[in-house]
Structure formats: C-alpha cells, structure tokens
C-alpha cells in the first residue's frame, strides 16, 4: 500500500473510532451532569465536523466502496490530487486556528487586566456607570464570544462545562438595555456629552473607555424608544471612535443608516442626505438608502411647495432647528418661592434634574430657621449619654438631618444581612391595585425585622428611632434597606397615600406619617435626595439619616414632602427607610383640625 493509501486508510480508521469513543462517553455523561454532557455535544460535535470537513473533499474525489485504490494508477493520480487539497486545507485550518487562538488571547488579556483591578475595591469599580455597564457588555459580548471560540477543540472541554454552569447567571438582553438606559438617563440629568461617559470625565475609577460598538448599542437603544437626540449622539461618538481604533465587527454602513435617520427626524436633512449618499457610495444596491434618498427628496420638495419657495436644505434644516428650538427651550424659574402644591410634569422633571445638579437659592425667610443643635429625645434615656446632633435643613417642610446615628458596624451588619434577600424594588400602580416594578424606580430593596436578626441590632435601631422622633414604632413598617444600580434613581413621588389610593386600606395601620431615611453610605457623584415642590436637597452622608413628616397634623398628606432620589452618577448607595405610621401615635402627636397648622418640633 503506497503511502497516501495508508494515510487515509489510517486516518478514517482513528476518526471512526474517537467519534465511537466520544459518543459512548456522551451517553455516559447524561445520567450524571446533563449540562456537562451538552457542552461536551457541542465541543466533540464542532471537533469532528473540522476533521470530517478537511477529509470531505478526499473522500468526494476516490471512488466509493471499492478497496482497490492501488490498483489503477488513475485512482493513485486522484489521490496525489487529493493530498494536494487537503494540504491546502490543513494550511487554512492552521491559520483559522491561529487566529481564533489570538483573538481568545487579545480577550483574555483584557478581561484579565480589567477584572484584576476591579477586585482590588469591588464597590469603587462597580460605583462607577461606565465600568458597571462595560461588565455586561463583556458578559452579553466578550464572554459570548469566547465560549464560541473554545467550543471547538477538546482540550476546552473543562472550560465550557464551568462556563456552561455559570451561564445561568449571566446578564440578560434586558439588563443591558437597563444600563444603556441608565447611562442616558444620568447624561439627561447631570447634562453630560457622550464623550464625557467614553473618556472617563465624570468622578470615579473608570477602567475602560468605551468601545465605538459600545456607543453604537447605546445608540440602537435609544432609536429603539425614538429617541433621536441620544441615537445621533452616541452613533457620532461611534464614527469618532471608529476612527480611532480596531471596531471589529461593528458596520460602518450600519452607523450611517441610523445617524442618517435620527438626523432627519431631528430636522436635520442636509446631513442625513450626505450620510445617505455615503451609504450609497459603499453599498451602491443598499435598498432602504435608496429608498429614503427619494423620501428625503420628495420631502424637501413638498416643504419647498408648502412656503411657495425655492427653499435650499440649509433653509429647511434651519428652519427646523429654530422650531425645535422653541418646543425645548427651558423656561425661567424663580426657584425660591414656588410652593404650589400642583407642578406639570415638566416642570417638576426641570426641577427635579436641576436639583439633582446644584441646591437652589434659598429664600431668607426661611434661612432663618436653619439651626444645628443636640437632642436627647427628650431625656429619653437611651439618649442622656450620647446625644444626637441634629440640623434643621429646611423649613416648610421640616427636614431634619440627624448626624451619626448608626455606627459603620451598624450600617455594614443591615447591608450584610440584606444582601441575600434584594429583589427589585415596587412601587403601588394604581390600575392594577398593587405593589410592582417601575421603571422610575431602579433599585433592590430587603426587608429586614427584628425575627430577621439573632444579633438584636435590628431591634436596637427600632428603639433609637422612636428615641429621636418620640414616635410609636409597634405599627411602622420593617426597616427596608435598599441597594442601587447603574444610574440608580426613584422619581419623584410621595410616601404617603393621597386621597383616592388605597395602597394602605387592608391595613389596621393608617398612613405613613413620617419618614426616616438612612444613609448607609457615602455616594462619590450624584443619587442626592431633593424635594422637587418645596426646592430642598441634602446630599447622603454615611452614617446621617433625613427625617420628615408626610402629614400634617390634620391628617391631611403635605404636598411640599414630594420627594426623589437622584440618579447616582458614580459610586455606591445604600439606604435604608424606616415608614411609621399614624395608629400609635394619638398620645403622642395630636391631630388638630387646623388644616394649616404644623407639627410642633422642638427646637432649642
């Protein structure tokens, strides 16, 4: 037998009997980790397909079935023919693999470097917006990409199986799009250009700079809501870093289309004609370019007719930009001395971003009632040897900040022992008459009791609560502490149940009478607590917690404590929430009919 006959004789034979070998551990596999025996399907299968591929051609060009190759010298000629391809074919199967092997490299590399720094301060890394949102890029893209890569040879066979049993716990299409979300909603806010958030200009650690497929992502995202403005934003930043470095699969046409687009809805048509045309340039049969070059066109053609003039696409787009222009532009406010109980959405949406940025100017009026002092409770004796500091941070309503009420044992023992029990925060719909998720509410909250403790920490929280406010604790609420993501906000919004709602009718407990909410850490940037009616603000502060009364002494809701939590642009917030409610409270804060009176707080 010549030696090309032994070659693939030989190589067959092994083939058959690895694939044979293979499917019989694959069935010995099943009974005892299904998982394991999917990911080794997988690696086994896309094995043998290489192999199977690279021979294909071998066995296409000898005859079939006859074992008598060596005796014709016109077979053997077939067979040189044959070797000659599959030496061809190896060839590109070497440098697939070297490829793919550099790409795994050039990956690993990367998340290696990243997440080495990122386990040197967990909380700082994660408190910074774009390293959260690059983490689930890595995981929706990176890690994606890499188990697709080592799917192949058998020697990945360990690294699938321990991928495959993490995977369950990867971030989802729909975590991504909330951080993409969240990074435009901390852009609107906190008024930051896109290349501020790629360029790491905003407080915080930032590892990475965002790739131009990561701007790309945010712009498909925000086109997806028909928000025009982030989608030509972001998919400029795109072109921008296009220029700048290797965008791997990302699509050039791609980019254009959607800028192309978001140009035009924006009035903008000149551009979206020449974006349109570079379209054309590099995809000549590029079917919906084409089509929107004539829409664009007749579009121009039909306002030209409509003022009865020849009007040029520097006329219309201008023309444009100025009627914008009017619809956005924002209105002048005299932020020191609107009081009223009734605000538009967007003003309060003004408002409420404009807080979140800097306080406002504060009336004298009520300056004038900004004090610091000590209390004790009242001689509670709980308080006699350690008074609380205590400022008034605002007047109308009452806000006070009390200073250093929980120790950083405290504070750290609440988040440890919330931890396992987050889950997405609710807030009460009114259509459906109960508590769900909201999307102007990012956050995971726990509930935490004292049957929840064996340590009585909880417990010993409760009693300084009712120390400081004098109030009865047995109807309020469980402490609710609370964690939040990536530009983590809770529109504004009251605690107390207006008239109509029934979000406290099943219970014996009345209403939310007041609120003290603890600050369980620091927040670099952003996620301050503002009063979008009344114009307060007081920035978190570890270890403080903010105290107010929801009604008033009437019974009445007060209007001035709508409140928010502004979106954290960088770092890490927790807080935790403590509601008390009126049943409890008949002896010790007593209604009165006035409707305009207030609640009588001590203050020396």
Same mark, same amino acid.
């Given at each position: 037998?010549?030696?090309?006959?032994?070659?693939?004789?030989?190589?067959?034979?092994?083939?058959?009997?690895?694939?044979?070998?293979?499917?019989?551990?694959?069935?010995?596999? @099943?009974?005892?980790?299904?998982?394991?025996?999917?990911?080794?399907?997988?690696?086994?299968?896309?094995?043998?397909?290489?192999?199977?591929?690279?021979?294909?051609?071998?066995?296409?060009?000898?005859?079939?079935?006859?074992?008598?190759?060596?005796?014709?010298?016109?077979?053997?000629?077939?067979?040189?023919?044959?070797?000659?391809?599959?030496?061809?074919?190896?060839?590109?199967?070497?440098? =697939? /693999?070297?490829?793919? +092997?550099?790409?795994?490299?050039?990956?690993?590399?990367?998340?290696?470097?990243?997440?080495?720094?990122?386990?040197?301060?967990?909380?700082? &890394?994660?408190? *910074?917006?774009?390293?959260?949102?690059?983490?689930?890029?890595?995981?929706?893209?990176?890690?994606?990409?890499?188990?697709?890569?080592?799917?192949?040879?058998?020697?990945?066979?360990?690294?699938?199986?321990?991928?495959? @049993?993490?995977?369950?716990?990867?971030?989802?299409?729909?975590?991504?799009?909330? =951080?993409?979300?969240?990074?435009?909603?901390?852009?609107?806010?906190?008024?930051?250009?896109?290349?501020?958030?790629?360029?790491?200009?905003?407080?915080?650690?930032?590892?990475?700079?965002?790739?131009? /497929?990561?701007?790309?992502?945010?712009?498909?995202?925000? &086109?997806?809501?028909?928000?025009?403005?982030?989608?030509?934003?972001?998919?400029?930043?795109?072109?921008?870093?296009?220029?700048?470095?290797?965008?791997?699969?990302?699509? +050039?046409?791609?980019?254009?289309?959607?800028?192309?687009?978001?140009?035009?809805?924006?009035?903008?048509?000149?551009?979206?004609?020449?974006?349109?045309?570079?379209?054309?340039?590099?995809?000549?049969?590029?079917?919906?370019?084409?089509?929107?070059?004539?829409?664009?066109?007749?579009?121009?053609?039909?306002?030209?007719?409509?003022?009865?003039?020849?009007?040029?696409?520097?006329?219309?787009?201008?023309?444009?930009?100025?009627?914008?222009?009017?619809?956005?532009?924002?209105?002048?406010?005299?932020?020191?001395?609107?009081?009223?109980?009734?605000?538009?959405?967007?003003?309060?949406?003004?408002?409420?971003?404009?807080?979140?940025?800097?306080?406002?100017?504060?009336?004298?009026?009520?300056?004038? *009632?900004?004090?610091?002092?000590?209390?004790?409770?009242?001689?509670? !004796?709980?308080?006699?040897?350690? !008074?609380?500091?205590?400022?008034?941070?605002?007047?109308?309503?009452?806000?006070?900040?009390?200073?250093?009420?929980?120790?950083?044992?405290?504070?750290?023992?609440?988040?440890?022992?919330?931890? !396992?029990?987050?889950?997405?925060?609710?807030?009460?719909?009114?259509?459906?008459?109960?508590?769900?998720?909201?999307?102007?509410?990012?956050?995971?909250? =726990?509930?935490?009791?004292?049957?929840?403790?064996?340590?009585?920490?909880?417990?010993?929280?409760?009693?300084?609560?009712?120390?400081?406010?004098?109030?009865?604790?047995?109807?309020?609420?469980?402490?609710?502490?609370?964690?939040?993501?990536?530009?983590?906000?809770?529109?504004?919004? &009251?605690?107390?149940?207006?008239?109509?709602?029934?979000?406290?009718?099943?219970?014996?407990?009345?209403?939310?009478? =007041?609120?003290?909410?603890?600050?369980?850490?620091?927040? /670099?940037?952003?996620?301050?607590?503002?009063?979008?009616?009344?114009?307060?603000?007081?920035?978190?502060?570890?270890?403080?917690?903010?105290?107010? &009364?929801?009604?008033?002494?009437?019974?009445?809701?007060?209007?001035?404590?709508?409140?928010?939590?502004?979106?954290?642009?960088?770092?890490?917030?927790?807080?935790?929430?403590?509601?008390? *409610?009126?049943?409890?409270?008949?002896?010790?804060?007593?209604?009165?009919?006035?409707?305009?009176?207030?609640?009588?707080? @001590?203050?020396?």
């Amino acid at each position: 037998m010549s030696n090309c006959a032994k070659y693939f004789s030989s190589t067959w034979r092994q083939q058959n009997k690895t694939t044979t070998k293979q499917t019989e551990n694959n069935r010995g596999l @099943h009974c005892n980790d299904n998982r394991l025996a999917a990911a080794l399907s997988v690696v086994i299968t896309m094995e043998s397909s290489v192999v199977l591929c690279l021979l294909g051609c071998c066995f296409i060009l000898l005859p079939p079935g006859t074992g008598e190759v060596f005796s014709a010298i016109a077979h053997m000629e077939k067979l040189v023919a044959a070797e000659f391809e599959l030496a061809q074919s190896l060839e590109s199967y070497i440098i =697939a /693999e070297e490829a793919r +092997l550099d790409r795994i490299r050039a990956i690993g590399r990367l998340v290696s470097n990243v997440s080495e720094a990122a386990n040197v301060n967990i909380g700082r &890394y994660l408190g *910074h917006p774009v390293n959260a949102y690059r983490l689930l890029r890595r995981f929706m893209s990176d890690w994606r990409e890499i188990e697709d890569l080592v799917a192949q040879p058998a020697t990945a066979e360990e690294f699938v199986s321990r991928l495959t @049993h993490y995977k369950p716990a990867f971030p989802s299409d729909d975590d991504l799009s909330g =951080a993409a979300t969240a990074l435009m909603r901390l852009q609107n806010t906190y008024r930051l250009a896109p290349s501020a958030l790629v360029d790491g200009r905003i407080p915080g650690d930032q590892k990475e700079k965002m790739s131009a /497929e990561d701007c790309y992502y945010l712009g498909t995202v925000a &086109y997806k809501v028909e928000d025009y403005e982030h989608t030509r934003n972001w998919m400029d930043e795109a072109l921008k870093r296009w220029d700048l470095e290797d965008s791997g699969d990302l699509n +050039l046409v791609d980019v254009y289309d959607y800028l192309a687009f978001a140009e035009y809805k924006l009035g903008n048509l000149k551009r979206a004609v020449r974006l349109t045309r570079e379209i054309i340039m590099l995809e000549p049969d590029h079917s919906r370019a084409l089509d929107n070059m004539a829409y664009f066109e007749q579009k121009l053609s039909e306002e030209s007719h409509k003022r009865g003039e020849d009007l040029s696409i520097d006329a219309v787009t201008a023309a444009r930009r100025q009627q914008q222009q009017s619809h956005t532009e924002e209105k002048e406010v005299d932020y020191t001395s609107m009081d009223s109980k009734r605000l538009s959405w967007d003003e309060e949406r003004r408002r409420y971003e404009k807080l979140c940025r800097e306080p406002f100017p504060i009336a004298d009026w009520r300056r004038r *009632h900004f004090k610091c002092f000590y209390t004790t409770g009242g001689q509670n !004796p709980l308080l006699i040897l350690k !008074p609380i500091a205590v400022e008034v941070v605002y007047f109308k309503p009452t806000v006070l900040l009390y200073r250093n009420i929980l120790s950083d044992s405290e504070l750290n023992y609440l988040k440890k022992l919330a931890a !396992p029990k987050l889950n997405r925060a609710t807030t009460y719909n009114l259509a459906e008459k109960r508590f769900m998720p909201a999307d102007y509410r990012v956050s995971k909250s =726990a509930w935490l009791g004292p049957e929840d403790d064996n340590t009585g920490i909880v417990q010993r929280i409760d009693n300084r609560i009712e120390a400081l406010t004098g109030l009865n604790m047995n109807t309020a609420e469980q402490l609710q502490v609370v964690n939040y993501g990536i530009g983590g906000q809770y529109e504004p919004h &009251y605690d107390h149940a207006r008239d109509g709602e029934d979000a406290f009718s099943d219970s014996s407990t009345g209403n939310r009478i =007041a609120t003290l909410l603890f600050y369980l850490s620091d927040v /670099e940037a952003g996620g301050a607590t503002v009063f979008t009616i009344a114009g307060a603000r007081v920035v978190p502060s570890k270890g403080d917690a903010t105290f107010w &009364y929801n009604l008033l002494p009437s019974g009445q809701g007060d209007f001035t404590t709508r409140h928010a939590g502004c979106p954290v642009l960088s770092g890490l917030k927790w807080v935790c929430n403590k509601w008390i *409610h009126e049943r409890g409270q008949e002896f010790r804060k007593q209604c009165k009919p006035d409707k305009n009176a207030d609640w009588d707080i @001590h203050v020396p």
